[in-house]
């Protein structure tokens, strides 16, 4: 991290997945969490992606092929173990999120497109709110360092003010009659 702070931010070469919203890094993962640790934002050095392309063909050598991992691998499964932001889109790291205190309960917003089986009970949709509660105790920073959640904090509840009236009972319309 050192040779980082005096160099500035790394050069990450990267494929972007238009259906994630997100670039998936072929190369560097520590040099990304150094960078986020530092403060930095990589530069990203976008790779024309074709499914079925080597390491060769996007001239990264034989370097990745002693991973024994295919390019196409690292593509379809980005954002399945790491997934980190920069700047304003940057999530918080496992130990940045608050975790319920014995007896709390925690709101938690979906963010990103996901369902969770809590035990037969299925919660899911983009905006959807649920609490610690339903999760049977399911530990959820995983799912809010990958993006998929936001725990909510209290929200100002409504101010209503409550109208007394008295029972309304709806009268039949009266029938005219017709020639008088």
């Not at 034989?62 to 399945?80: E, F, H, L, S, W």
């Not at 920069?86 to 709390?104: I, M, S, T, Y």
């Amino acid at each position: 991290m050192a040779e980082m702070e005096q160099l500035g931010p790394p050069v990450i070469r990267a494929v972007w997945r238009e259906d994630l919203g997100m670039w998936a890094a072929l190369e560097g993962c520590h040099r990304v969490r150094a960078a986020l640790k530092l403060g930095l934002v990589p530069e990203i050095q976008g790779i024309d992606y074709t499914p079925g392309m080597t390491w060769n063909d996007a001239g990264m050598g034989q370097a990745c092929i002693k991973y024994a991992i295919t390019m196409d691998q690292v593509v379809r499964d980005c954002g399945k173990e790491y997934v980190v932001g920069f700047g304003k889109d940057r999530l918080p790291l496992a130990h940045e999120v608050r975790r319920p205190e014995p007896g709390e309960i925690m709101k938690y917003r979906i963010i990103k497109p996901i369902n969770f089986d809590f035990g037969g009970k299925v919660v899911g949709g983009l905006g959807t709110v649920f609490d610690s509660e339903n999760t049977g105790g399911k530990d959820m920073t995983d799912y809010v360092t990958g993006g998929y959640l936001e725990i909510v904090e209290d929200e100002p509840k409504k101010i209503t003010k409550e109208v007394l009236a008295a029972p309304v009972t709806k009268l039949a319309k009266a029938r005219r009659r017709r020639g008088k």
